[in-house]
């Protein structure tokens, strides 16, 4: 059964700072991996989607890697901002199942 | 586009009760999907659907049913509500290999 680990559980970082958000998983039979934002009271927001095949994916300041021979995702965040405040959460997709299966997330504060 | 939609945003139930919680999406996604998040469980999968009438169950269906009869739609059905069905809901959509979008929850409250 896959399992999804996210560490830390939390983190707080200076405004400015760069930071790594680190995410594994079990089985490294996956189709693709998925960075998600979760805001207090929130629903998810896709930030980057890695396929399989893929060893990484940049969008403005967030960068995901992923090495799949290893079970390891990181998401690389720059010049943090306050905004950058949230619940962020690693998802993998099985073998082109569309299912889901998450971790449960590093609370990140950035502080002004 | 509105995205993915659902209704409520809050209920609260009496245990034996039943609702639907209601989910649509308007991007002419194939896969639907619905989960709960729990505090220190993370979001699990209850049920999905890879097309209109097509369902299948996810890691926690027990107390739950779905249908699929449009594209658009994806109803969760909770059949006799009891208290572990607290919880946050969430519904999501995508098209085959593409992120998922989330819609913004259901919160239930089971007395």
């Known amino acids: 059964k896959q399992e999804v680990t996210q560490i830390p559980a939390a983190l707080s970082v200076p405004e400015g700072e760069n930071l790594v958000l680190n995410c594994s998983f079990t089985?490294?039979?996956?189709?693709?991996l998925q960075w998600f934002r979760q805001d207090p009271g929130k629903g998810l927001t896709s930030l980057l989607l890695?396929?399989?095949?893929?060893r990484e994916q940049t969008s403005g300041r967030l960068n995901a890697s992923l090495d799949k021979s290893s079970g390891r995702s990181t998401l690389y965040i720059a010049a943090s901002q306050p905004g950058d405040s949230a619940t962020y959460l690693c998802?993998?997709?099985?073998?082109?199942?569309?299912?889901?299966?998450f971790g449960k997330g590093t609370k990140l504060t950035v502080n002004p | 586009n509105a995205g993915v939609t659902q209704t409520p945003k809050f209920q609260v139930l009496k245990t034996g009760q039943s609702m639907t919680l209601q989910c649509a999406q308007d991007?002419?996604?194939?896969?639907m999907s619905w989960y709960r998040q729990d505090p220190g469980m993370g979001l699990r999968l209850i049920h999905y659907?890879?097309?209109?009438?097509?369902?299948d169950q996810g890691e926690v269906p027990n107390g739950y049913n779905v249908s699929r009869s449009t594209t658009e739609d994806f109803p969760l059905r909770l059949l006799s509500a009891a208290p572990s069905q607290t919880s946050v809901y969430f519904c999501?959509?995508?098209?085959?290999?593409?992120?998922?979008?989330f819609g913004p929850g259901t919160r239930l409250t089971v007395l």
């Open positions: 089985d490294s039979a996956i189709y693709n």
């Open positions: 998802a993998v997709e099985q073998g082109g199942s569309e299912k889901l299966v």
């Open positions: 991007m002419n996604h194939e896969y």
């Open positions: 890695i396929q399989s095949s893929q």
């Open positions: 999501a959509s995508s098209s085959v290999g593409g992120r998922q979008y």
């Open positions: 659907s890879v097309g209109a009438g097509i369902t």
